[in-house]
């Protein structure tokens, strides 16, 4: 009898030791959980309008496109017209979507949007030829601020191109 009673009390013990080990425990948050597995939260359709609009085309490409710009959102593209594009950005950690910087001159994005995982700036091109036949390429740039969750126009180039590119 004694030997159980003792048995049963060492594993009370040990259960509580284990109890207070996981209370002491430091909480994580769901994002930053998402962002170190690479889990995408689902899309936010009530972040932005566009995302309502547009709701098919973003779920479709989010869910085959990996993250592609400042580390954790996805810039989905679609046409607006001939040589046209447009798109928004979601954020994988809480499905947040951003609108794509607006471009008045254009109506749109130009003719391809480019980015990279890694860096905050977004290029927007338009490609044009000119009256002479030379093929221009028109490359904007946009920051984005993530404090502000927001595009913000750095500067504009024109760059001739090779006929044979």
């Not at 030791?17 to 209370?23: E, L, S, Y």
């Not at 779920?59 to 959102?73: C, G, R, W």
Request: hydrophobic share 35%; proline share 2%.
């Amino acid at each position: 009898m004694k030997k159980i009673l003792l048995c049963s009390f060492l594993a009370l013990s040990v259960v509580s030791c284990q109890d207070r080990t996981k209370i002491k425990q430091e909480p994580v948050s769901q994002i930053s959980q998402k962002a170190e597995t690479g889990i995408k939260a689902a899309i936010n359709f009530g972040s932005n309008p566009i995302a309502q609009r547009y709701r098919t085309i973003m779920t479709e490409k989010y869910d085959e496109l990996e993250v592609n710009f400042a580390s954790h959102y996805v810039i989905i593209t679609w046409g607006c017209g001939s040589g046209c594009v447009t798109g928004a950005m979601v954020d994988t950690r809480d499905g947040s979507v951003y609108s794509m910087p607006e471009d008045k001159e254009w109506g749109g994005n130009g003719t391809y949007i480019d980015s990279k995982k890694e860096s905050e700036i977004l290029l927007t091109v338009a490609v044009a030829q000119s009256p002479t036949g030379e093929v221009e390429e028109t490359r904007k740039y946009w920051e984005w601020d993530e404090g502000l969750k927001m595009f913000e126009f750095d500067k504009v180039e024109s760059v001739l191109l090779d006929s044979d590119e």
